[in-house]
């Protein structure tokens, strides 16, 4: 069995528990408020304005046996530059402040996630941090097209609050291809590493999803 499919059985539990967050839930069913649609733009601005970041310190880390993931790292620097930008404009266009949440501070869950992804990459093994895009993507290719179009359908929003949902449904489709083709070269031991990282940045994920405020205007704990 090719290792990417391992990786899904193997956290296939670990993902269940993410996508059972209550907000999720919410969302697909068509049960959001505009109010937390734009807490979730927020917190993913703030984890994603580390993506390119993290991807430099990734490659300048990877170890020599690693170094032909060198070119691979560098083509998602390019596709994912400037990234929050896109979730800035969401959020203007969604009725937010843009400005007022490129000043501030994320919330715990969101800072712990990004926290723990530069220490895999500067005091762990860093192809664990491909156990991040593998949570992230993954995730991104089963919800954000669908998300995006209950979440339009019950707010009433136009196209250009959904920038984010959409592309990047849309991208990781094919992100998702190029890891698993990478995943595959790797040894064992890298392997296990990134299935160990999954099953942590799964509950790291979910437990942003969980901070976030539900339409009755609670955080789901």
Same mark, same amino acid.
């Given at each position: 069995?090719?290792?990417?499919?391992?990786?899904?059985?193997?956290?296939?539990?670990?993902?269940?528990?993410?996508?059972?967050?209550?907000?999720?839930?919410?969302?697909?069913?068509?049960? =959001?408020?505009?109010?937390?649609?734009?807490?979730?733009?927020?917190? %993913?601005?703030?984890? $994603?304005?580390?993506?390119?970041?993290?991807?430099?310190?990734?490659?300048?880390?990877?170890?020599?046996?690693?170094?032909?993931?060198?070119?691979?790292?560098?083509?998602?620097?390019?596709?994912?530059?400037?990234?929050?930008?896109?979730?800035?404009?969401?959020?203007?266009?969604?009725g937010g402040d843009?400005?007022? =949440?490129? %000043?501030?501070?994320?919330?715990?869950?969101?800072?712990?996630? =990004?926290?723990?992804?530069?220490?895999?990459?500067?005091?762990?093994?860093?192809?664990?941090?491909?156990?991040?895009?593998?949570?992230?993507?993954?995730?991104?290719?089963?919800l954000a097209l669908?998300?995006?179009?209950?979440?339009?359908?019950?707010?009433?929003?136009?196209?250009?609050?959904?920038?984010?949902?959409?592309?990047?449904?849309?991208?990781?489709?094919?992100?998702?291809?190029?890891?698993?083709?990478?995943?595959?070269?790797?040894?064992?031991?890298?392997?296990?590493? $990134?299935?160990?990282?999954?099953? =942590?940045?799964?509950?790291?994920?979910?437990?942003?999803?969980?901070?976030?405020?539900?339409?009755?205007?609670?955080?789901?704990?």
């Amino acid at each position: 069995m090719p290792f990417y499919e391992q990786l899904q059985a193997a956290t296939a539990e670990s993902r269940a528990q993410l996508i059972s967050a209550p907000i999720i839930a919410d969302c697909l069913a068509g049960r =959001v408020s505009r109010a937390s649609y734009l807490a979730f733009l927020g917190q %993913a601005y703030h984890h $994603v304005r580390h993506t390119t970041p993290l991807l430099m310190s990734l490659g300048g880390r990877l170890p020599e046996r690693l170094g032909w993931a060198r070119k691979a790292v560098a083509e998602y620097i390019e596709e994912e530059i400037g990234h929050e930008e896109w979730i800035l404009n969401d959020i203007a266009a969604a009725g937010g402040d843009p400005e007022a =949440v490129r %000043a501030s501070r994320p919330d715990l869950p969101a800072e712990v996630m =990004v926290a723990y992804a530069y220490d895999l990459i500067n005091r762990g093994n860093p192809a664990g941090f491909f156990g991040m895009v593998f949570v992230l993507e993954g995730t991104s290719v089963a919800l954000a097209l669908t998300a995006a179009d209950r979440i339009q359908q019950a707010l009433g929003l136009p196209d250009g609050a959904f920038s984010y949902l959409r592309s990047h449904g849309t991208l990781d489709q094919a992100h998702t291809q190029h890891l698993a083709r990478l995943l595959e070269h790797m040894t064992p031991e890298d392997q296990a590493d $990134v299935l160990r990282a999954a099953q =942590v940045f799964f509950k790291l994920y979910g437990d942003v999803f969980r901070a976030l405020p539900m339409s009755g205007g609670s955080a789901c704990n």
